[in-house]
């Protein structure tokens, strides 16, 4: 297994070194992307500067809102869906086409009613990462197997104690399933808005230094974002697989 | 755990003319599964339940543990009546791995003890007596899912024998394992049940596990099904697999079988329809 | 899944309904300022599709889109066999690409931009991102997850290594592959649309912004539903031939 990652990571550190050949050979020029070394370099100053912090903040914050908003409101509707057959099999076409659909369509009738504030954004992040949720935690609730339910009862757990102690852990792994895709979301949701229209937070800053030829600004913004996605995803799937394991299965 | 006198105290179980039907919801038929039937379990015995694919043997069981209210008919636990409410004092394994995969050895077996409302020390002695008892003590901090099949079923022993139980229901749970696995388990069973003292009813569709395990044997008809024969082992109460080589072992296998014969036959004849049936009437009813 | 295709159709009719009538309260509770009644975006969405340019856009963003396609199938394909079946470059990069499908692809966008410049290759390049990806991860999926026993029959067989991959394997793949070429196109089609709000003088997404930029609400309304209605009927189509392939496989 190490051996793979080595191999990762001598495949991803291959290709920033071509990158930095290509670049300092002038095969890629300056004005298009300057040289990673340099990426790196500009990165740590704007880091250094603060200015973008406030950016960040805002970024952040409405990621993290719009997900906990999603999987709030994900988990209590999968629960309340699981229930109801008839509820679920309408709204069924809607969950499997529903990443189907540009969401982002809906942005601007968004800004038109809420006016171009936070609000439209985390409508739009949590409008995408909801259904993830819910699908996943459907999924998680039907493969429980019923004799863990029989269990329950014959230990004489009340309906909140076999939820919370039975229910719950056992779809567990497909409802951190649905949460890994919703932090995805929510995050695409946050700074895919900001890049179309916002008055701030990252998104909007790549789209401004963009605009600006502010290619110093701008790359190192690419490269903050890329980073931290690949790290959140990677810290939730390490939980996924801690579980996954535990249990026996991949 | 302590032992308890043959014949004092009220009858484990009584039933009488106890069926089962399954509504018929869109699409199904209604399915009468069970019944009627009239059994009475003796305090203390080890009673075994065969019968063809489809009888209604895990239904009945279901019944018993309160799992389903019997459609017609009185049961009764100890002299109080059961209906769909599972009574205090029973215990229940099921064919299915019941483990709860996220809980360690120790913590599944520690979750019987959820609402017992004992102190943290009793918990802890009686959990340690129960991985003892079913051999798991060198295994407690493992997790279902590295440990085989046949000790996956003994966490769930274990789990039913922390509460001690005064009746043990099994349901055909070794029907997973392999045949020198199930032979072993049921000496385990064996020595739990001596050990403890509880009235045991085992679902089993292996005739040579029946007749090695149990006091008395109860032969199911096909679906409907009903009580066409109860056979009796005369076996001591100290037995292991050992006991297989005696001639009479043979001899209520066989018997076993003749009774069994003809029903397998006649459930076999409706066993593409049949059991499918059941199995989805049983899953609507839930 | 378990519901008939009727009760299916009857789901899906009367969610539409249901969502119509949601849209008539809002726009009634909303007002002018912020909605377009369903019945004024039907007549604007008449209006527009029937009004000189508007096949071009049309066009425009179908050929950009059709040609991200075909260029995601053909690479996820072609790198989903390799990676599926060269174990040691399928252990290495497909967790990578999975890491890849989680990255907002949006912030390459600029990148993208700069390297293939405004319009048609933009789109394109963009589409095929977001496509190209979970072909690569399901056609990888599908390969590695074929069932042992099939393989062992294949040998017992005594057939050819091409053969088992005609007979055996591709058969036996195809449900999953195609579950992932459905998510391509979805994706595919969300890559071309999004490139075009930005960076587009033509196609639907171009008409989408500058609706919101002249405030034309019905305008937004009317796009926002062609886009909507188009990728949700070829999407149902798509999972209905994906379950049927499920059923069967």
Redesign the interface.
Known sequence: MTLLRLYRWAVVGAAIALLEVLCLKRVIDPITMQAPHLIVRDLYRLLASGRMNGAIVKTLANTVLSLVLAVGVGLIVAALLHRRRTLRDTLDPLFATYYAVPVFAFYPFFIVVFGLGDLPQILIAFMLSVVAVIVNTLNGLDRIPPVLLKTARIMGLGAAETALRVTLPAAGPHIVTGVKLAVAYAFIGIIGSEFILSRGGIGYEISFAYNNFENAVMYPLIVLILIASVVLNSLVNGWERTMLERRGRR | MSAVEAGAGPVPVSLRRVGKTFAGTSGRPVLQALGPIDLELRRGEFFAVVGPSGCGKSTLLEVI?G?TAASEGSVEFEGAPIRGN?P?G???V?Q???S???LTVRENVA??L??SGLSRAARETRVGDALRIAGLTDFAAA????LSGGMRQRVCIARTLV?QPRLILLDEPFGALDQQTRLLMGEEVLRVWRETGATVLLITHALDEAAMLADRIGVMSARPGRLKEIVETGWPRQRDSGIIERPEFGAITARLWHHLRQESVKALGRAAPGTAEEETAV?GA? | MRASPLRSALNGAMLVVALIVIWQLVYWSVGDSGLSSPLETARYTVALVTREGFGEHLYDTMRAFFIAFVISVTFGLSLGFWLGFDRLSGDVFEPMFATLYAIPKLTLYPILLLALGLGAPAKVGFGVLHGLIPIVLFTVGAVRNTRPILLKTGRVLKLSRWQTVRWILCPSAIPEIFTGLRVGFSLTLIGTLLAEMFASQRGLGYLLMTAIGLHNLPQIMSVTVLIVAFAASVSTLLLWMDRRLHERG
Request: glycine share 8%; net charge neutral; proline share 8%.
């Open positions: 543990a799992l599972v205090d029973v215990g229940v099921f299915e791995d019941a709860l995969p996220w979750f019987g959820r609402r997790y279902p899912a590295q509460t899953m839930r």
